[in-house]
Structure formats: C-alpha cells, structure tokens
T-cell receptor, first 115, second 115 residues
Framework: GAVVSQHPSRVICKSGTSVKIECRSLDFQATTMFWYRQFPKQSLMLMATSNEGSKATYEQGVEKDKFLINHASLTLSTLTVTSAHPEDSSFYIC???????????FGPGTRLTVL | QQQVKQSPQSLIVQKGGIPIINCAYE??????FPWYQQFPGKGPALLIA?????SEKKEGRFTISFNKSAKQFSLHIMDSQPGDSATYFC??????????????FGQGTRLTINP
C-alpha cells in the first residue's frame, strides 16, 4: 500500500508553545488529508478534513484557531497546535486519500506531550 | 449520536481460536466497510475491506461477513496467533449528515491472543 509519513514521531513541549506536525504522502498525490486525535485506549476522533488548496473543514467542537491546518501541496499537510496546553497531549494521526478509491492510508502518528 | 457500535470492547482468545468482532451501523449511506488493525504507538493499518454488493470476503486468515439488511459486518480471524494481538477498528465510509465523506470509527476492540 501507499506510504504516509509523519514528523516528528514524538514531541515534548512546554505549555504555551506552538507545535507543528507534518504529514506527507510519499508515493502518491493526496487530494484529501485527514487529521485525527486519539487518547489512550480510545478510538480515533476526526478533527478536520483538508483538501489541497482550500480551507480545512473542522469537525464540531474542534477549535479552528487552535488547530491550524495547512494543505499546501498534494503531498504535504501540516497541523499546528497553537499555545499548547497539557490537555492537548494526545496521539495525533494523519491519513491521506488519493482520488478515486475509498482507501485511506494512515501515518504512524505523532505523540504530543505538553508539560 | 452513535453511528457505529463495535463489540466486544475487549476479547481474549487462545492461540488457534477464531475471534469474532462485530460492527453495527446506522447510516445506510455507508458504501465501504473496512477493518483497521492498530498496534500500540502506531497508526492504524487497513486489514481488509468489503463493499456492500458482496456478503463475504476472505483474505488469508481474515474474513469479513457483511449483512446489509441487518446493517452489520464482522471480522473473523482464523487460526489466530499471538502476533494478531492488537486493537481492531471498524470504520465504515460514506457521507455523513453534513454531506462530508469520511470514515466513521467504531470504539475499538482490544484483542489478546494467548500462546
């Protein structure tokens, strides 16, 4: 299957700082990328859907100003957690979908810890 | 509003047994029914998926059974191995009430295969 990478895989930051997470589709062009958050022992929660060149669509309850998403190219989307707080500590996972088939390819995830 | 209900929440099976995980959904607009496997600290990976025009699909030791009238589909793992120990998610795909097309994740099943 296609490969999706995330960087960094793990990050620890102080409260109040901003953190950027990158998601790349390595061998295909992703017209749509998705960002999920997963708390321990829970399911994945969709945060937002982003299409290349347009604004992201956020799920209900997700703060647009706090979780900034940029899908600048067909192979790169970024999630920036602004002014991070300990409650933002979570496992953030992106996925990418190429045109046509339904299959989504997931990245390996980024473990964010805010102290 | 819970669109997808997955059961059981956890399951312990002896090696060689056949664990069965079930997924019930409400949205009849779903048109793609995948199962994802997730190991701790990793992103989910597609295991097997089925479309609603067939009632069963088998890939290696993994089988999906699909019951369209009952709005249910299940995952069967034949000759289970300790390496199959992971969390499994059903995540039907389709349009939600807002017109967005996305995966809707179940709650997850933590499967343990004892040696």
């Amino acid at each position: 299957g296609a490969v999706v990478s995330q960087h960094p895989s793990r990050v620890i930051c102080k409260s109040g700082t901003s953190v950027k997470i990158e998601c790349r589709s390595l061998d295909f062009q992703a017209t749509t990328m998705f960002w999920y958050r997963q708390f321990p022992k829970q399911s994945l929660m969709l945060m937002a859907t982003s299409n290349e060149g347009s604004k992201a669509t956020y799920e209900q309850g997700v703060e647009k100003d706090k979780f900034l998403i940029n899908h600048a190219s067909l192979t790169l989307s970024t999630l920036t957690v602004t002014s991070a707080h300990p409650e933002d500590s979570s496992f953030y996972i992106c996925s990418a979908r190429e045109p046509g088939p339904n299959e989504q390819f997931f990245g390996p995830g980024t473990r964010l810890t805010v102290l | 509003q819970q669109q997808v209900k997955q059961s059981p929440q956890s399951l312990i099976v002896q090696k060689g047994g056949i664990p069965i995980i079930n997924c019930a959904y409400e949205n009849t607009a779903f048109d793609y029914f995948p199962w994802y496997q997730q190991f701790p600290g990793k992103g989910p990976a597609l295991l097997i998926a089925i479309r609603p025009d067939v009632s069963e699909k088998k890939e290696g030791r993994f089988t999906i059974s699909f019951n369209k009238s009952a709005k249910q589909f299940s995952l069967h793992i034949m000759d289970s191995q300790p390496g199959d120990s992971a969390t499994y998610f059903c995540a039907p795909w389709g349009f939600d009430c807002g017109g967005a097309q996305k995966l809707v994740f179940g709650q997850g099943t933590r499967l343990t295969i004892n040696p």
